[in-house]
């Protein structure tokens, strides 16, 4: 559609602009295009793809140059890793309120050491790491 590649060619110079020091324009666009993409197989919301990608670009272009280390706004980047599958349902519903304001806590998401059965394993990236608790 024209009026599309119209907006996303806006948006592009816009976010060139904003990533100016990081990035250059091929890089933005071709995160601005692969997240018009993504947006584009849903189909849901045809009049505002550009809109959403441009967001969705500049999310991700803010993240990548967090990580690579081009901007920094002196919050610590924080990442929550699950060495197991039943962790990430516990996680889910516990940081999903039943209404507003009131948490919902499942449980402990560890058995206390006398509920446990076995002691627990340590990841395999921790061997040789004390995993006396």
């Given at each position: 559609?024209?009026?599309?590649?119209?907006?996303?060619?806006?948006?592009?110079?816009?976010?060139?602009?904003?990533?100016?020091?990081?990035?250059?324009?091929?890089?933005?666009?071709?995160?601005?295009?692969?997240?018009?993409?993504?947006?584009?197989?849903?189909?849901?919301?045809?009049?505002?793809?550009?809109?959403?990608?441009?967001?969705?670009?500049?999310?991700?272009?803010?993240?990548?140059?967090?990580?690579?280390?081009?901007?920094?706004?002196?919050?610590?980047?924080?990442?929550?890793?699950?060495?197991t599958t039943p962790?990430?349902?516990?996680?889910?519903?516990?940081s999903s309120p039943?209404?507003?304001?009131?948490?919902?806590w499942p449980g402990?998401?560890?058995?206390?050491?006398?509920?446990?059965?076995?002691?627990?394993?340590?990841?395999?990236?921790?061997?040789?790491?004390?995993?006396?608790?």
């Amino acid at each position: 559609m024209p009026d599309d590649q119209l907006a996303l060619t806006t948006a592009a110079t816009r976010l060139a602009a904003e990533f100016a020091g990081s990035y250059g324009r091929e890089t933005v666009e071709r995160f601005l295009h692969s997240s018009y993409e993504q947006f584009a197989t849903i189909g849901s919301i045809p009049h505002f793809l550009p809109l959403l990608a441009e967001r969705f670009a500049r999310q991700r272009l803010q993240a990548l140059a967090r990580v690579e280390g081009h901007h920094s706004d002196g919050k610590p980047v924080v990442l929550f890793l699950c060495t197991t599958t039943p962790g990430a349902p516990r996680w889910r519903s516990a940081s999903s309120p039943t209404s507003p304001g009131t948490p919902r806590w499942p449980g402990p998401a560890v058995p206390s050491p006398e509920r446990r059965s076995t002691p627990p394993r340590s990841p395999p990236w921790l061997s040789g790491a004390s995993t006396s608790w």
